[in-house]
């Protein structure tokens, strides 16, 4: 299945002619039971500069247009993380002068407008990483994968490790998208 498969129309048009492109010539597949959307691919065939490296406080941030993830956070947060700045540099099209900074606690936003860049580059991250379309596969594969039903924290459980994200993550896409009820971090 193509990415541009995955996505619906709202979230597509957010790209340019020629990352629509490349997203429709990249696969998933799906059908063999892989549910991992492929950031880093997408950012390398999107031609964007991605650099890990130490970070205190901070968990990824776009400087001049190039991608800084912190090396010392977990597979998983990179991932969102990579997902997230790219959502920055897609959304809001950073000049080579402006930087953004995901920082771990949101108390660090100092206004509205920085707060609202981060949710909508929250949006986009939850949405590129864990798209409605790749979450119902993966709720069918895990139903018929199951002798028993699955209560709200294990089918998390179960879909995070599918799509290799955090299980804060898929708690909330999974509550936003309408697929479990009241969700809780603890």
Avoid: C
């Avoid at 969102?80 to 002068?97: C, N, R, T, Y």
């Avoid at 606690?105 to 986009?124: G, H, M, P, Q, V």
Wanted: glycine fraction near 4%.
């Amino acid at each position: 299945m193509f990415y541009t498969q995955l996505y619906d129309w709202n979230f597509l048009n957010n790209f340019d002619d020629e990352q629509y492109k490349v997203l429709a010539q990249t696969q998933l597949n799906v059908e063999n039971n892989d549910f991992e959307v492929n950031v880093s691919e997408i950012i390398e065939k999107f031609h964007i500069k991605m650099e890990e490296e130490p970070m205190d406080g901070t968990s990824g941030k776009t400087v001049k247009g190039v991608i800084k993830i912190n090396k010392n956070e977990n597979p998983r947060r990179k991932r969102f993380s990579m997902a997230h700045e790219l959502g920055h540099v897609i959304l809001q099209s950073p000049s080579k002068d402006e930087t953004f900074y995901r920082f771990m606690d949101s108390k660090n936003y100092e206004t509205l407008e920085k707060k609202i860049d981060e949710r909508e580059a929250n949006e986009f991250a939850a949405d590129l990483l864990m798209p409605k379309k790749l979450v119902e596969y993966a709720i069918n594969y895990i139903s018929k994968n199951n002798d028993n039903e699955l209560d709200d924290k294990e089918l998390v459980n179960e879909i995070k490790d599918l799509m290799n994200v955090s299980y804060t993550s898929m708690g909330y896409r999974l509550k936003n998208l309408g697929f479990i009820g009241d969700f809780n971090v603890l």
